[in-house]
Antibody, heavy 122, light 107 residues
Framework: EVQLVESGGGLVQPGGSLRLSCAAS????????MHWVRQAPGKGLVWVSR????????NYADSVKGRFTISRDNAKNTLYLQMNSLRAEDTAVYYC???????????????WGQGTLVTVSS | EIVMTQSPATLSVSPGERATLSCRAS??????LAWYQQKPGQAPRLLIYGASTRATGIPARFSGSGSGTEFTLTISSLQSEDFAVYYC?????????FGQGTKLEIK
């Protein structure tokens, strides 16, 4: 069965950095666009970033543009999110999610990881 | 940015009854609309994509309808495991945006 397992979350001070990882298994990782979505405590889902299948194209939410970088290593079946200049408002559970695309059309997120908690606090 | 607005924020329904959840987009998203279910402490689960197609393994009591800017998720006969938070999401344009969620609670 498809598995997405996030890691790398933790407590970090404002202005600090953190790198999240998402290990994928049981599917052809290199064929899928991947996303990061976050959820602040008690709040709703917010899309953060996406990367296409070969890593040549990315998009970011305005709130993280210039501070976060999404990347992937298809040889290691792993998605990354490098987070710099962290702020208190970045505190959230971060999920990685797989986008299902049919005939190159945009798609929904059919598989999600269990999430990793990032807490930005002094 | 397309704003997704869900209503109501909270819906109280008795088991066995029908629940109807609404989602409105600030501009047309065609049929590029998904619904997700999230239970406490769990990741979201895809229920409906393409506005009306059930995802793999989703029971037939879940149905979606609509296109353009108005969408509906209907749960025909609520089971105990259906009480959760439901989110709609548009994937027609960037950034992808979610509604604020509807909490479905037991009446």
């Amino acid at each position: 069965e498809v598995q997405l397992v996030e890691s790398g979350g933790g407590l970090v001070q404002p202005g600090g950095s953190l790198r999240l990882s998402c290990a994928a298994s049981e599917f052809t990782f290199s064929s899928y666009w991947m996303h990061w979505v976050r959820q602040a405590p008690g709040k709703g889902l917010v899309w953060v970033s996406r990367i296409n299948s070969d890593g040549s194209s990315t998009n970011y939410a305005d709130s993280v543009k210039g501070r976060f970088t999404i990347s992937r290593d298809n040889a290691k079946n792993t998605l990354y999110l490098q987070m710099n200049s962290l702020r208190a408002e970045d505190t959230a559970v971060y999920y990685c999610a797989r986008e299902v695309r049919e005939a190159a059309r945009p798609g929904s997120f059919d598989y999600w990881g269990q999430g990793t908690l990032v807490t930005v606090s002094s | 940015e397309i704003v997704m607005t869900q209503s109501p924020a909270t819906l109280s329904v008795s088991p066995g009854e029908r629940a109807t959840l609404s989602c409105r987009a600030s501009q047309s998203v065609s049929s590029n609309l998904a619904w997700y279910q999230q239970k406490p402490g769990q990741a979201p689960r895809l229920l409906i994509y393409g506005a009306s197609t059930r995802a793999t393994g989703i029971p037939a009591r879940f149905s979606g309808s609509g296109s353009g800017t108005e969408f509906t998720l209907t749960i025909s006969s609520l089971q105990s495991e259906d009480f959760a938070v439901y989110y709609c999401q548009q994937y027609n344009s960037w950034p992808r945006t979610f509604g604020q969620g509807t909490k479905l609670e037991i009446k």
